[in-house]
């Protein structure tokens, strides 16, 4: 007799932050959203937490649509229990502690996720934070490692160094063997930034990061992660070494400038970015891939751990987004359903 793969339904509805879009963040509010049918190569998970990211704000302000398919409710990453597994899932089973990267759908009790994106929980990090490793641990593995091919021994400069991206990036570079300086808005957020393994931390209010970093190294740095874009451009330009790597993520101060191309050839310099919300499953799946077998082991010995600003109830949905915009964190924020 041939044993049948047994099936599974999701509940059809889930309690989710809703969010008229474009809104204020007081808008954001609690309801029901319908929930979409586990596919056979896909995840249902019992969310525990729920991690804030600057995309989320973007989204909720209608400038960052999710992509076709996707759930409309916001939230990139989760964490939590296996409720039940499609068909062709054979990687985990229902009860499993995981975390996810989602394209949305993360602000709910219950969240559908691909499980080319679903991680087992590290040791080491409770349930709850775990939800603060998916989109930080993926966008920076992807984005150092595989983009800029950082290696250990070179210079990496994080603009950001205390947000969740910075945070996660000192920490990963550091473990690597890279040396890492940051740039941070306060002298709380730059000792933050050398707790966690920086080398130098900047205040980029009271000193101008190219001089700190050319007198640091010699040389320049040879690979910058930069969230920041606008006339943050040109200066990395001026920072990098020769053969540099110039990695951009987002562009808080802008993506439209003038910008004098000559120094990038003379420096033989690489100028790339990426986005991950829109990679196919399998880019995800190979990140993913990565993390398993680099950056998992980093967590596991004690030399990455997910730092937390704060811990919302999944109502304040709001009040999470109103600390990410007054830029006053260290760390990452969770929504807890």
């Known amino acids: 007799m041939t044993a049948q793969t047994p099936s599974y339904t999701t509940p059809a509805q889930t309690a989710a932050i809703i969010a008229p879009v474009p809104c204020e963040s007081e808008q954001l509010h609690l309801g029901e959203q319908p929930l979409a049918e586990l596919g056979s190569g896909q995840l249902l998970i019992k969310v525990a937490a729920a991690g804030v990211n600057r995309p989320d704000l973007f989204q909720r302000m209608g400038l960052y649509p999710p992509p076709p398919g996707a ?12 409720l039940a597994v499609g ?16 394209s ?17 929980l590290p040791d080491g990090v409770s349930l709850e934070d775990a939800a603060a490793l998916p989109e930080t641990c993926f966008t920076v593995y992807h984005n150092l490692f595989e983009r800029a091919a950082l290696k250990a021994g070179e210079w990496l400069l994080v603009h950001g160094g205390s947000s969740g991206i910075g945070t996660t990036a000192i920490q990963m570079a550091a473990a690597a063997g890279v040396n890492v300086i940051a740039t941070a808005g306060s002298e709380e957020k730059c000792q933050a930034c050398l707790t966690l393994g920086a080398a130098r931390a900047i205040n980029y209010r009271e000193e101008d990061y190219v001089a700190a970093v050319r007198e640091l190294t ?38 439209k400038l003038e910008l004098d191309m000559m120094p990038v050839m003379l420096k033989q310099l690489v100028l790339t970015g990426s986005t991950l919300r829109s990679q196919p499953l399998v880019n995800k799946q190979r990140i993913a891939d990565g993390l398993r077998r680099v950056v998992w082991p980093m967590i596991e010995r004690g030399q990455l751990k997910p730092v937390i600003a704060a811990r919302f109830a999944l109502g304040e949905a709001g009040a999470a987004h109103q ?15």
């Open 71 to 82: 759930s409309p409710v916001l939230g990139l990453e989760v964490s939590g229990h296996v």
């Open 87 to 102: 068909s062709a899932v054979t990687a985990f089973a229902v009860g499993d502690s995981v975390c996810a990267l989602l």
């Open 104 to 120: 949305g759908g993360g602000y709910a009790e219950f969240a559908v996720a691909d499980s080319e994106c679903v991680l087992p």
């Open 218 to 255: 010699g040389s320049g740095a040879n690979v910058i992660l930069d969230m920041v874009g606008g006339s943050y451009v040109a200066r990395n330009i001026k920072a990098a070494a020769p053969g540099g790597r110039i990695v951009s993520i987002a562009f808080l101060q802008g993506s």
């Open 323 to 337: 600390l990410m915009e007054s830029g006053a964190h260290i760390g990452k924020i969770l929504l807890r359903p």
